[in-house]
């Protein structure tokens, strides 16, 4: 599996469901930070899993590298916000690194109700639907980490070959 990278990540994460309390109004009551606290490592290992498996950008910041969505149906910054920038901080270094993709006009476009803060998408419920969160990622080939990013595109360049070849 260590040669395979994926250019698309979905990780719907468990979370306190508090996005939910328009259909669930006792979730509201039940809700507490301890509580939601209580997944963030889970939370966090998914994304890294995830970011792993993500094929890297070759070109710098380009957008030609895979993309990684968390998503939550949650509306809380203890489990959306906090899980993505303690993540990133904590993945980060010289050999990996990973940012936020701004969802820039996507967001503002495609979400009724939706509420951008931070590169995030905060979509809150309304008649038709629970509240979510979601989030996109990138990992992006910097000076320091060029060699790892370079066997990733001469890995799929041989892998075109092949295909071509067996066709």
């Known amino acids: 599996m260590d040669d395979n990278y ?4 979905l990780c719907d994460v468990p979370c306190s469901g508090d996005g939910t309390i328009r259909k669930s109004p006792e979730k509201l009551g039940k809700w507490t930070k301890s509580n939601a606290e209580k997944n963030k490592p889970l939370q966090k290992e ?6 792993n498996l993500l094929r890297p950008s070759t070109a710098g910041d380009s957008v030609d590298g895979g993309v990684l969505l968390y998503s939550t149906c949650s509306l809380n910054p203890v489990e959306n916000d906090e899980v ?22 996507i967001s ?3 979400s009724v ?14 008649s038709s639907h629970g509240g979510f969160f979601v989030c996109a990622l990138k990992e ?3 000076k320091d980490n060029a060699h790892r990013c ?5 890995r799929a ?3 075109e070959l092949i295909e071509t070849k067996e066709e």
């Open 6 to 9: 994926f250019d698309f990540i």
């Open 84 to 105: 993505i920038y303690e993540t990133l901080s904590e993945m980060n270094n010289d050999l990996y690194r990973y940012e936020i993709i701004d969802l820039g006009d």
């Open 46 to 51: 998914l994304i890294r899993v995830g970011l």
């Open 140 to 142: 992006i080939c910097t």
């Open 150 to 154: 370079q066997n990733v595109k001469l």
């Open 113 to 126: 109700g939706g509420e951008q803060k931070g590169n995030f998408l905060r979509v809150l419920p309304a």
């Open 108 to 110: 503002r476009s495609r």
């Open 157 to 159: 360049t041989s892998n």
